[in-house]
């Protein structure tokens, strides 16, 4: 990621676990947080309801500016909608 310009593009070549390792090491060189074996309790937001953080399974609140995660560890509040068959739902689902 980043090595041929600014862009979040990756090409696997030897299976898809080659996409966790590169955001597990992106996440790191820029200072992320990659949370792995911990659901998402509750997701705090700011006064202009953008995600300002979040309270772990564990009960750890994590701060952060964006999350990223599948709705398959997302609490039954924060479930998206059902797809309608518009493809380009499916790609912003997990983006806030």
């Given at each position: 990621v980043g090595k041929y310009g600014p862009t979040a593009f990756l090409f696997n070549?030897?299976?898809?676990?080659?996409?966790p390792q590169a955001f597990a090491r992106v996440c790191a060189i820029?200072?992320?947080t990659y949370v792995l074996r911990r659901g998402i309790k509750t997701?705090?937001?700011d006064e202009?309801?953008?995600?300002a953080?979040?309270?772990?399974?564990?009960?750890?609140e994590?701060?952060?500016?964006h999350?990223?995660?599948?709705?398959?560890y997302l609490p039954s509040q924060y479930q998206p909608p059902p797809c309608t068959g518009d493809a380009r739902?499916?790609?912003k689902e997990g983006l806030w």
């Open positions: 070549m030897y299976g898809v676990a080659e996409v820029y200072g992320g997701i705090t937001t202009h309801g953008h995600v953080g979040l309270v772990c399974t564990a009960g750890q994590l701060k952060c500016r999350l990223v995660a599948t709705k398959k739902g499916d790609a």
